[in-house]
């Protein structure tokens, strides 16, 4: 019994140890309360409890979001993020409304900046600001930034607006995410015009301009099981030959999804 209790363990230790890395597909938030439904304790912010703000019916998800800004000086909400280094895409993204009086045209004073910036080493690998000479957002506006060059790294993700002492400006915020991500998965079943299944069956994934993703054949039960898949912005072709036939179908292809489809001859 004893033996069979830390067999156990060390599977269950195993399993732990291997983590997300050997999961077939993932895609998960990093940031935890992005969407301000939960108060800001999971968050450092030079702010006010006043900056969140409960409309429901204005929200962009849920009831809360965040308000910064629309008085002299800088409001700052900041979050350490370790971006684990078995990820394959780390996508950060949020969605923000930017009003301001200050349409000077002169970038001064006024703006709304986003950083990430290495904990350890101060580099910034994002320091993006908008001034009020952008113009003003016309409702919630969704920006995102690639960082999957930056995994296994330890960041600040910050977000900052400041003014001056005359003529306010503010940023809305809400539902940031830094979503970690695997490949994807395409499971398919292949049948014929008649309902039968197809062994045999010769599958191409490529992109729409015709860069193959995978290529593979359907196994004796007319299956395949395409890994490794990079997420598109587009719809992906999969082509599937059998004895003299040849159909393309098109799929969504994101990053980190278990597709399973059936395809007719
Ligand atoms: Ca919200
Ligand atoms: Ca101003």
Redesign the pocket.
Same mark, same amino acid.
């Given at each position: 019994m004893k033996k069979i209790i830390f067999i156990l363990t060390l599977a269950l230790v195993g399993l732990f140890l291997a983590g997300p890395s050997y999961a077939a597909v993932y895609n998960y938030d990093l940031i935890g309360d992005g969407n301000f439904e939960n108060g800001l304790n999971s968050w450092v912010c030079s702010c006010e409890g006043s900056d969140l703000k409960y409309n429901p019916v204005y929200a962009y998800k849920g009831d809360y979001y965040l308000s910064l800004g629309n008085y002299n000086g800088s409001e700052i909400i900041a979050k350490n993020v370790t971006l684990p280094d078995y990820v394959i895409k780390l996508d950060l993204s949020f969605y923000y409304n930017f009003n301001t009086e !200050?349409n000077t045209g002169w970038q001064g004073? !006024?703006y709304f900046n986003i950083q990430v910036q290495d904990v350890y080493t101060n580099e910034y690998y994002i320091n993006d600001s908008f001034y009020p000479s952008d113009s003003e957002t016309a409702g919630w506006t969704r920006q995102s930034y690639d960082l999957s060059s930056l995994k296994g790294k330890f960041v600040a993700v910050r977000f900052t607006i400041n003014?001056?002492n005359?003529?306010?400006?503010y940023v809305d915020l809400d539902n940031i995410k830094l979503q970690a991500k695997s490949y994807s998965i395409i499971r398919g079943t292949v049948k014929n015009s008649n309902g039968d299944i197809l062994p045999g069956a010769t599958v191409k994934i490529k992109t729409v301009k015709g860069k193959i993703l995978w290529s593979g054949t359907t196994n004796a039960k007319g299956k395949f099981r395409a890994k490794n898949l990079k997420g598109l912005n587009k719809k992906a072709k999969i082509i599937i030959k059998e004895s003299g036939s040849r159909k393309v179908f098109r799929r969504k292809l994101k990053w980190g999804n278990f597709y399973s489809y059936k395809f007719r001859m």
């Open positions: !200050d004073e !006024d003014n001056d005359n003529l306010l400006t």
